[in-house]
């Protein structure tokens, strides 16, 4: 069988990879620091000048493919959801990068109406491409990966989640019982970047992952990840999961899906 958009890939990690370059020389040593719709909703020149590298090369390579960027630089063209629609997140994670937390990533998706084919989350800080394309498999630096499948009940699982920043999504946060769900798994962590967080389970680092009110370029690149890694990725409620303006999501390694499902929402 012949795994449609190799070139895109190609293209897509050496973006990520350029704009990783940026980010990697730029960590503690950034200069800009401004808030977008609320106080920690950050963002730093390096998050512009990421994705303005990264909209560049896409348009050049790609002029008839609509480009969704985070930061929307007012270099982005066309309206998610159609044919050929990149979703750009230049850096997942900023938090951790204003702070000096070296957790964060580059993610950028391809999705054709509307449904993800094929994803990069880049850790500039370890050198490591995640990278999957639909019905091609994920992968680790070209390595083959799959999530974890020795663990099969949240008794055992290791879970991360991230929490809204604006106050005006705490509600949907709060629909959650985390006290039920601490009680439930062997441990939760919240590393502060969803897409690598998504890589990882996609890698069985981690167990499973969910959040309420990220945005598509949050989630498009990982949840290709998972899905090619023999995952499973969904909404809170169970059902495929939508690229909207917020999204829901819950990834596992399949195995714990429902249970951690029922315990999210029981």
């Known amino acids: 069988m012949t795994i449609k958009y190799q070139e ?93 937390v070296p957790f964060c990533a580059v993610s950028i998706a391809l999705a054709e109406d509307g449904v993800p084919v094929l994803g990069v989350v880049h850790d500039p800080l370890r050198e490591e491409t995640f990278t999957a394309l639909q019905g091609g498999g994920a992968r680790l630096n070209g390595s083959t990966i799959n999530v974890d499948k020795t663990i099969a009940t949240l008794e055992h699982s290791l879970l991360v989640t991230g929490y809204p920043g604006n106050i005006a999504n705490r509600p949907r946060m709060h629909q959650v019982n985390y006290t039920q769900v601490l009680d439930c798994c062997n441990n939760l962590r919240a590393l502060g970047s969803a897409a690598l967080e998504l890589a990882y389970v996609a890698g069985g680092r981690l167990t499973g992952f969910w959040e309420v009110a990220l945005r598509p370029w949050d989630v498009a690149a990982g949840m290709v990840l998972v899905q090619e890694a023999d995952g499973t990725v969904s909404n809170l409620a169970g059902q ?13 390694n399949g195995l714990i899906h429902q249970e951690l499902l029922t315990c999210l929402t029981g």
Not at 51 to 80: D, R, W
Not at 240 to 251: G, K, N, S, T
């Open 8 to 100: 895109e890939l190609s293209l897509a990690v050496q973006a990520a990879r350029k704009a990783g370059r940026l980010i990697n020389n730029k960590l503690y040593r950034h200069q800009v620091t401004e808030t977008k719709s609320c106080l920690s909703d950050l963002v730093t020149e390096v998050d512009r000048e990421a994705e303005s590298c990264i909209v560049q090369l896409l348009k050049q390579h790609f002029p008839g493919h609509a480009i969704i960027g985070e930061e929307q630089q007012g270099n982005c063209t066309g309206e998610p959801g159609g044919n050929m629609t990149w979703y750009v997140d230049p850096l997942d994670g900023t938090t951790n990068f204003v702070f000096g």
């Open 240 to 252: 495929p999961l939508q690229l909207a303006e917020d999204v829901d999501i819950v990834a596992t």
